[in-house]
């Protein structure tokens, strides 16, 4: 089975700055990789996939890059809603789709 | 638009049975691949199983043999039977939607809390 592995696991950034999260997979999932942000007591909701195509409705400031293990969301300038828990989870290689264990993005 | 509503979560003791049910509108649930994620409290996702638009279904190991994904044309509605039911099976369960081969959820429920205790 692949295993996600997202880092870090808090991420403390300032509203107006930049945040980059990182994934990686324990084998090559090729551009098969989605990320979805979740909001305290709501689902998930998908932000990306095939590594770096933004899902409908996605602001700009959202961007996903990488490919094979390594992987990177990018987060331009932050507002305030987009503080959150964020996973990433690949497609490549199922059963079972896996899910890394999330990054949560705080307010610094 | 879209939508997903999920039902049938409750407490169950253990060893206990249950059923979700994942009414589908806007998209037909036969035409697209529908998966069960679940979230245990304060834990991470963990995807249960799916179910493809030719039938073919998939399991994790940790509910294979106790839990069968399904699906009813007729209602539009996404199925999960869970049996013989471990405290470890608590969690909120979504059910959500895919579109391509290799799943991953474009569209998702809003969930519904499955507590397993005596």
């Known amino acids: 089975d692949i295993v996600m592995t997202q880092s870090p696991a808090t991420l403390s950034v300032s509203p107006g700055e930049r945040a980059t999260l990182s994934c990686r997979a324990s084998q090559s999932v090729s551009s098969n990789l989605a990320w979805y942000q979740q909001k305290p007591g709501q689902a998930p909701r998908l932000l990306i996939f095939g590594a770096s195509t933004r899902a409908t409705g996605i602001p700009a400031r959202f961007s996903g890059s990488g490919s094979g293990t390594e992987f990177t969301l990018t987060i331009s300038s932050l507002q305030s809603e987009d503080f959150a828990v964020y996973y990433c989870q690949q497609y490549n290689n199922w059963p079972p789709y896996s899910f890394g264990q999330g990054t949560k993005l705080e307010i610094k | 638009e879209v939508q997903l509503v999920e039902s049938g979560g409750g407490l169950v003791q253990p060893g206990g049975s249950l059923r979700l049910s994942c009414a589908a509108s806007g998209f037909t649930v036969s035409s697209n691949y529908m998966s069960w994620v679940r979230q245990a409290p304060r834990k991470g996702l963990e995807w249960v199983s799916v179910i493809y638009s030719g039938g073919g279904t998939n399991y994790a190991d940790s509910v294979k043999g106790r839990f069968t994904i399904s699906r009813d044309s007729s209602k539009n509605t996404l199925y999960l039977q869970m049996n013989s039911l471990r405290p470890e099976d608590t969690a909120v369960y979504y059910c959500?939607?895919?579109?391509?081969?290799?799943?991953?959820?474009?569209?998702w429920g809003q969930g519904t809390l499955v507590t397993v205790s005596s």
């Open positions: 959500a939607r895919g579109r391509s081969t290799g799943w991953y959820g474009d569209d």
